[in-house]
């Protein structure tokens, strides 16, 4: 079975700094998707990036990137230019290709404080 | 594009009465929508698959007569909580995945989530 690993419960961050935060999975599968999701406050699941494991290339979006290690199944994230509105719980999410289902496995999350 | 709703966003109900949760999706079609429990300050419990015009498919665990869906369409599914007990109290989430061919990124779309209080 397919399990997610984010190791760090709570990170803190200044302002305008960057963080990274990690996350670690297990499968036995070639072929598969990473995500990383965002909770704020509200409760709503946003996606934050996605990355298709058969891509060697990092996917970024604005001021979100990964650190996608295959052989070492790490999936980390890294937020650039921290701003308030990043505070929030942040889970990783591992999904196979070939399940009919796509059924998502969720990490435990991390929650970011975001420090003025 | 891609955005689910979900009907109630909060209900209090009593002991041994029912809740229908509705999930919606509002721009886009749904194969494949998904019910989520969260409890607080824990990640996502995927309680059941839920695909248009077929039985859920329950994880391991999940009772699906308390927990029953109900798919009617690409655009809605239902959760019911049947006898509802203080225990069941929990914020539910639904989410969809976009159905090929509508242009939006292969992932699933989640709802804002139904917070339930049984008394």
């Known amino acids: 079975a397919q399990t997610v690993t984010q190791s760090q419960p709570e990170m803190s961050v200044q302002e305008a700094e960057t963080v990274t935060l990690s996350c670690t999975y297990d499968?036995?599968?070639?072929?598969?998707?990473l995500f990383w999701y965002k909770q704020p406050p509200s409760r709503q699941m946003i996606l934050v990036i996605r990355q298709e494991a058969y891509k060697q290339q990092n996917a970024t979006e604005n001021r979100f990137s990964v650190n996608f290690q295959k052989a070492a199944k790490s999936f980390s994230l890294k937020i650039s230019d921290s701003q308030l509105g990043d505070a929030a719980m942040y889970f990783c999410a591992y999904r196979r290709v070939r399940d009919g289902n796509e059924k998502l496995t969720f990490g435990t999350g991390t929650r970011l404080t975001i420090i003025p | 594009g891609a955005v689910v709703s979900q009907h109630p966003s909060w209900v209090i109900c009593k002991s041994g009465t029912s809740v229908k949760i509705e999930c919606r999706s509002l721009d886009f079609q749904a194969t494949t929508m998904f019910w989520y429990r969260q409890f607080p300050k824990q990640s996502l419990m995927l309680m059941a698959t839920?695909?248009?015009?077929?039985?859920?498919?329950?994880e391991q665990g999940v009772e699906k007569d308390k927990f029953l869906i109900n798919h009617a369409s690409l655009t809605l599914s239902t959760l019911t909580v049947t006898s509802a007990h203080p225990e069941d109290s929990s914020f539910y989430i639904c989410?969809?995945?976009?159905?090929?061919?509508?242009?939006?990124?292969?992932?699933?779309?989640f709802g804002p989530g139904t917070r339930l209080t049984v008394l």
């Open positions: 839920s695909n248009e015009g077929s039985k859920a498919t329950y």
């Open positions: 989410s969809a995945r976009v159905a090929r061919g509508q242009g939006l990124t292969d992932t699933q779309y």
């Open positions: 499968t036995s599968e070639s072929d598969y998707y």
